[in-house]
């Protein structure tokens, strides 16, 4: 049975830093590209970062890019979101998912259908 457990949510001030981490079980956690997505209240899920098998490619939506870091342990299958100079429009639920890439091909996906575990969640919110 596959459980993702994201934890480090919580309220931060507006400029400040947050760090996310995601920890899987019941998968070979090498054999998944990782994402993380978050979700306004009322809107649809939307993409952040995803970062290949082995940590070697990142990809960032235009909204977090140079602000939010996402790296991975694969000894620790743990996945973590380093949010800095956070901002009110950050606020969300922050969700983290796996997609398969059992060939290691290093793909970065950004499409919520191709990811088939998620963890239930953790709130961020960014406020002065």
């Known amino acids: 049975q596959v459980q993702m457990m994201e934890s480090g949510g919580g309220w931060v001030k507006t400029g400040g830093s947050l760090k996310l981490s995601c920890t899987a079980s019941g998968l070979t956690f090498e054999d998944y590209c990782m994402g993380w997505f978050r979700q306004y209240p009322g809107k649809e899920r939307e993409y952040i970062a995803a970062?290949?098998?082995?940590?070697?490619?990142?990809d960032y939506d235009a909204s977090v890019k140079g602000r939010f870091t996402i790296s991975r342990d694969n000894a620790k299958s743990t996945l973590y979101l380093q949010m800095n100079r956070m901002r009110p429009e950050d606020t969300a639920v922050y969700y983290c998912a796996a997609a398969p890439d059992t060939l290691h091909l290093g793909m970065v996906l950004a499409k919520e259908a191709v990811y088939h575990y998620w963890g239930q969640g953790t709130q961020v919110t960014a406020s002065s």
């Open positions: 970062i290949s098998w082995s940590g070697e490619s990142k």
